[in-house]
């Protein structure tokens, strides 16, 4: 098992930044692959980015492409979501997640077994 804790989470101006940083307990963080979902309020929660153990391979959405950055520390148990040119559209509570899955790729919620408790990120126009 593992205990995550997001923070970094916020308000901020349409185009502006944040760092979200999701803290992890145990010894075994670089075995698991990590990702960031979003849940607006009435929405389903998506997919945002992912990494793997090794920080070898990410993935992101569409919709955040060429904007967001995953990134990772094993030896702070930590990975963090560098949030830029930031738009209304990306209000949402942020989730970070651990995957036991060997997948390249770990896009879907239901292959993440532990989950934080979420960061409020709210984008102003």
């Known amino acids: 098992q593992v205990q995550l804790v997001e923070s970094g989470g916020g308000l901020v101006q349409a185009g502006g930044s944040l760092r979200l940083s999701c803290a992890a307990s145990g010894r075994t963080f670089s075995r698991y692959a990590m990702g960031w979902f979003r849940q607006a309020p009435g929405k389903e929660r998506e997919f945002v980015a992912t990494?793997?153990?090794?920080?070898?391979?990410?993935y992101y959405a569409d919709s955040v492409k060429g904007r967001f950055a995953i990134s990772r520390d094993n030896a702070q148990n930590t990975v963090y979501l560098q949030m830029n040119s930031l738009k209304p559209e990306d209000t949402a509570l942020y989730y970070c997640?651990?995957?036991?899955?060997?997948?390249?790729?770990?896009?879907?919620?239901?292959?993440?077994?532990?989950w934080g408790q979420g960061t409020q990120v709210t984008v102003s126009s």
């Open positions: 990494i793997s153990g090794s920080a070898g391979s990410t």
């Open positions: 997640a651990a995957s036991a899955s060997s997948k390249r790729y770990v896009v879907s919620p239901e292959a993440y077994g532990n």
